[in-house]
Each structure stands twice: as structure tokens, then as C-alpha cells.
T-cell receptor, first 113, second 114 residues
Framework: DAGVIQSPRHEVTEMGQEVTLRCKPI?????LFWYRQTMMRGLELLIY????????DSGMPEDRFSAKMPNASFSTLKIQPSEPRDSAVYFC???????????FGSGTRLTVV | AQSVTQLGSHVSVSEGALFLLRCNYS??????LFWYVQYPNQGLQLLLK??????LVKGINGFEAEFKKSETSFHLTKPSAHMSDAAEYFC????????????FGKGTHLIIQP
């Protein structure tokens, strides 16, 4: 299995621009999670989906952030408009309920200038 | 609400020595506990997990952790440190065993002295 695939690996954008991060979970996994990692706040859960349905988005910092999972093999995290404080590494992870395993992607390093 | 505390943001050990990284958790239900390692500019790799079976859990590359309910702890150990063990280590807790998200500790940066 190719694991959890995230794209792009690096993204540099200007403040005010829209940013879209993409994730392909492991085939057969029915839960998908978006995390953000910063030096100040560590690893934070932003939102997660079960069977493509958003379950808890209480970690999404502001309305500028939105996430979708149109099907079992694809999810996006969008920031519009982006701000310098959004600079972080964003990780996607997937899991299979009952299997107690979370597999992380390699992350997207976002820099907003 | 669940939470994780990792004591010691930085730990330094000599190559070949045993090391222990501390993790204490808080959970309202029997927890699932995890240790992950992160190398610079990389994602998180699972080292081991506790899922209510044996309290002594063995993971990859010689890592072990023991679940102690009375102490609400899940400390990570390795009998002999290698230079390649230098990394950031994260303890995490889940109450849903894969259906909900992980709550992570702040991490412990492990330094290996030659």
C-alpha cells in the first residue's frame, strides 16, 4: 500500500490567497483526520471524518478553514484567505475503526508570506 | 476530555544507554495509547500502541512501553540507545480506538550523545 498521500509537500503562498491541501487516505480506511503542527501549539486535531461525514470540526481555528471529503479516497483542506499565522505543517491521517491504527501522511509544509 | 502530559521536553542520553520517555494521560474511559516518532521534516511513524490487551507492549526497533492504570502512565523505554534514535517522540491518547482523533502530548526531543 502506498500509505496516506498528501499533496503538495511544500506550498508557499502570499497572504490573502486561497490554499488547498489534498489527501488520499489508505484504501479501506473509513476515518480521516486533519492535523496541524506548529512549534507553539504542537499537534492539533482540526477535523475528522467517519465514512466521509464530518464528525467533529471543533478544532478548525476559524471560518477561513474548511474541509471536504467528497468520497472515500479524497479529502481537501482549504484556507481562504490565508494569513501568515496559518504557516505550519498540515498532516492527514487515516484509520480503520476497530483496528486501532492511525497512519499519517508525510505532511504539507505551508508558508504564508 | 482526554489529555497527555510528556514530562521533559528534551532528554539527553549516551549512546548504548537505556532511556525512558515519560507519558501520563487523562481519560474518562479506558484509553488507547500510542507512541509516535518524528524525524526532521518527516511525518509521524507509529512505534507501538496499547489497545487493552497486554500491559507491556513491544514495538518496532526494540521499543517497549508499559501501561500502568494506577499511575495513568505509558512510559516508553529502549534498552540501548542508537544514534538513529535521535528524534522527536510523541505520546497520544484516543478514546475511540480509531474512530475519533488522537490527542497528542507536546513531544520529547531525544538527543543521543556519542
Amino acid at each position: 500500500d502506498a500509505g496516506v498521500i498528501q499533496s503538495p509537500r511544500h506550498e508557499v503562498t502570499e497572504m490573502g490567497q486561497e490554499v488547498t491541501l489534498r489527501c488520499k487516505p489508505i484504501s479501506g480506511h473509513n476515518s480521516l483526520f486533519w492535523y496541524r503542527q506548529t512549534m507553539m501549539r504542537g499537534l492539533e486535531l482540526l477535523i475528522y471524518f467517519n465514512n466521509n461525514v464530518p464528525i467533529d470540526d471543533s478544532g478548525m481555528p476559524e471560518d477561513r478553514f474548511s474541509a471536504k471529503m467528497p468520497n472515500a479516497s479524497f479529502s481537501t483542506l482549504k484556507i481562504q484567505p490565508s494569513e501568515p499565522r496559518d504557516s505550519a505543517v498540515y498532516f492527514c491521517a487515516s484509520s480503520e475503526t476497530g483496528n486501532y491504527g492511525y497512519t499519517f501522511g508525510s505532511g504539507t509544509r505551508l508558508t504564508v508570506v | 476530555a482526554q489529555s497527555v502530559t510528556q514530562l521533559g521536553s528534551h532528554v539527553s542520553v549516551s549512546e548504548g544507554a537505556l532511556f525512558l520517555l515519560r507519558c501520563n494521560y487523562s481519560s474518562s474511559v479506558p484509553p488507547y495509547l500510542f507512541w509516535y516518532v518524528q524525524y526532521p521534516n518527516q511525518g509521524l511513524q507509529l512505534l507501538l500502541k496499547y489497545t487493552s490487551a497486554a500491559t507491556l507492549v513491544k514495538g518496532i526497533n526494540g521499543f517497549e512501553a508499559e501501561f500502568k492504570k494506577s499511575e495513568t502512565s505509558f512510559h516508553l523505554t529502549k534498552p540501548s540507545a542508537h544514534m538513529s534514535d535521535a528524534a522527536e517522540y510523541f505520546c497520544a491518547v484516543s478514546e475511540g480506538g480509531g474512530a475519533d482523533g488522537l490527542t497528542f502530548g507536546k513531544g520529547t526531543h531525544l538527543i543521543i550523545q556519542p
